[in-house]
């Protein structure tokens, strides 16, 4: 038995997230139809994470067994045959028999894209977020720093997520500008549900001043998600990189 390591991205703006549900088209059963068409029969793929409705990937992993003698790259070739044009597998490599594409994973990375003009661009209505108002990203990068740390980010977590465990260890996160790009990167152990769009919403609020300078830790300590910011559009939201 093979235990294949595939990386995949993707344009969620189609798609009601990873994770197949019963009323919705979602990446994960378009990519389960290719694979049976490739492999013969219906496997049990293991994704390295849920995304919301509406968010990309430009890196998600995933695994799964097989017994078929077929090379990797023939793998991505032939599910890249099967597969839509907003997905796309850009590697394949055997693994160890004890790898999960979830539970090995030491590190997420996700991008939050924010376009700051202020003349609408039809080309980003999917793939980032318009925000009009001036932002400072010096100021809000050092703010982002009070995000770094083991916290309890139950106020960063929509309702009815069901996760008991609201811990997590943020490992680096960095604001920056190009142009009319305003970026917001965020490196963390875990995430939990609409934990990076919460966090992005409640730096816009730091930057209109409705949280004043020095006070994002406090909100934070709160576990209050009444006091943190609104949760940013998912258009705007890429999972960037997973670590093992």
Not at 13 to 37: C, D, L, R
Not at 51 to 64: E, Q
Not at 125 to 138: M, S
Request: proline letters at 2%; one cysteine or more; charged letters at 25%.
């Amino acid at each position: 038995m093979r235990n294949l390591f595939l990386t995949i991205s993707y344009d969620g703006s189609n798609y009601h997230g990873w994770q197949i549900q019963k009323n919705a088209i979602t990446v994960q059963e378009v990519f389960q139809n290719a694979v049976q068409k490739v492999f013969c029969e219906k496997l049990d793929i293991k994704g390295c994470s849920r995304t919301d409705s509406g968010v990309h990937a430009n890196m998600y992993c995933l695994s799964l067994k097989t017994d078929m003698n077929i090379s990797n790259e023939s793998v991505v070739r032939a599910l890249n045959t099967y597969l839509p044009k907003d997905i796309a597998v850009n590697s394949c490599e055997e693994v160890d028999d004890d790898f999960h594409a979830r539970y090995s994973v030491k590190s997420k990375e996700y991008i939050y894209k924010l376009y700051n003009g202020k003349i609408r661009n039809p080309f980003l209505e999917k793939y980032a977020f318009q925000y009009r108002y001036p932002i400072d990203v010096d100021y809000l990068n050092k703010e982002a720093k009070a995000f770094i740390g083991t916290y309890d980010y139950s106020g960063f977590c929509s309702a009815h997520s069901g996760v008991e465990d609201t811990v997590r260890t943020v490992k680096d996160f960095t604001v920056w500008r190009e142009g009319d790009m305003v970026y917001f990167k965020v490196e963390a152990d875990g995430f939990l549900y609409n934990m990076v769009r919460i966090m992005v919403g409640t730096l816009l609020f730091v930057s209109e001043g409705k949280i004043k300078d020095g006070e994002l830790k406090e909100v934070i300590l709160s576990k209050n998600r009444k006091k943190a910011g609104k949760t940013a559009p998912a258009q705007g939201l890429y999972l960037n990189r997973v670590n093992y």
